[in-house]
């Protein structure tokens, strides 16, 4: 860094373009503030609290900010772009101290260079992003997500001004929140939005690193990754088990053809479900040769249903009596054994209907792109 770049907050020797002015009156607490973090990627990044978020952001835009991929604003610290930096960081001086509106010099580490830091080091791609919560409420929307409890505690009981958010690619989502007490940070799991409530399944609980990325993947990929696994197979394993016995009162011998459509369309929720389960089994449990031969069966029968009857995988039976009186009740069974504290879909109360959970307005999902962005 060639210059101490805060010193240019209190510079106002240069011309400020025309803005519309915010006159505080006498004794009135700041209604916004400004937090300035030093981030290795993207230079100086300005995240913003209070009601006056809109005001904090025209002031950084006149400014001379950038605008990041995320919605944020930032100058860059290398390059040729210095002196640029330099005036922009006068001007929002001269603003934000007319304004009355707080200026931080932030030396925590940037909650968006711990996470794409974190990223690198943990298994598979994972794409980041930060969400800034200007006001409490905004905050609540991650809460509404969060599935990891710990977590879910600190964001009902603590204001958390900012949170990063990890997806992979097969769709597990994590979010990293700064302890609001400590230089660390906590990392949960957001609940899978394909997936039904389900009081009898153990949350993920959430993991507490401290800022060095390396470290706090181990604890997150031996920890927090494997318990997100069990909780969704424990989840699956459920709903495939109530598909299950609600399909076998519903079939007879003496069923009409063509089958009914809730009949189908229970079949179907296995067959797309299978396959995932039958690589969670395979991940989570301790296998003998036969078993992973019945996984390797369900998974080629589910996957290629057409295929001709006379390939030595596929059952000599109708698909949905495999299913009924074979297939089904070792997929449980297998599925079970890799969540030992599992318990029975029947001792729950009923699920809602697909049609219930889509009548349902959730709040947004983080990430979402926000007007205010």
């Known amino acids: 860094m060639t210059f101490h770049w805060i010193d240019a907050l209190t510079t106002p020797e240069i011309d400020v373009p025309a803005f519309p002015a915010r006159s505080p009156s006498p004794g009135e607490d700041p209604a916004g503030e400004i937090s300035l973090f030093t981030s290795s990627r993207d230079g100086i990044v300005a995240l913003v609290a209070g009601k006056d978020w809109r005001w904090a952001h025209t002031a950084l835009d006149t400014a001379g900010f950038s605008k990041t991929a995320d919605g944020h604003r930032c100058l860059p610290l290398k390059g040729g772009d210095l002196g640029r930096t330099r005036d922009a960081l006068r001007v929002l001086g001269v603003l934000t101290q007319m304004a009355g509106v707080p200026v931080i010099a ?54 958390v001004p900012r949170a990063a958010l990890l997806k992979h690619s097969d769709g597990v989502e994590l979010a990293v929140i700064e302890d609001p007490t400590a230089d660390r940070f906590h990392v949960g799991t957001l609940h899978p939005k394909d997936l039904f409530a389900d009081g009898l399944v153990t949350p993920p609980a959430g993991v507490t690193v401290a800022p060095e990325p390396a470290f706090a993947a181990v604890d997150i990929s031996s920890r927090l990754l494997p318990a997100y696994a069990r909780a969704v197979l424990h989840y699956q394993v459920n709903a495939l088990e109530e598909d ?36 969670a089994v395979r991940q989570l449990a301790a296998l003998t040769e036969d078993e992973r031969a019945t996984l390797l069966r369900i998974n080629d029968v589910v996957a290629a249903p057409a295929i001709s009857p006379d390939a030595p995988a596929i059952p000599r039976v109708n698909p949905v009596d495999w299913w009924l009186k074979e297939a089904g009740d070792s997929l449980i069974a297998l599925a079970r054994r890799a969540v030992p504290d599992a318990e029975p879909a029947t001792a729950k109360p009923d699920r809602p209907s697909l049609g219930t959970a889509a009548a349902l307005s959730p709040p947004p999902r983080p990430g979402t792109p926000r007007a205010h962005r």
Not at 123 to 143: F, N, R
């Open 106 to 159: 932030n030396t925590k580490v940037y909650i968006g260079d711990f996470a794409r830091d974190l990223a690198e080091y943990l298994p598979g791609q994972w794409d980041v992003w930060v969400e800034s919560y200007a006001i409490q409420t905004w905050q609540g929307d991650l809460a509404a997500w969060m599935w990891s409890p710990s977590l879910t505690a600190t964001l009902d009981q603590h204001r």
């Open 244 to 279: 299950l016995d609600w399909a076998r009162s519903a079939r007879s011998d003496a069923a009409p053809d063509p089958l009914p459509t809730a009949l189908v369309e229970a079949f179907a929720r296995f067959s797309d479900a299978a396959p995932r389960i039958c690589t």
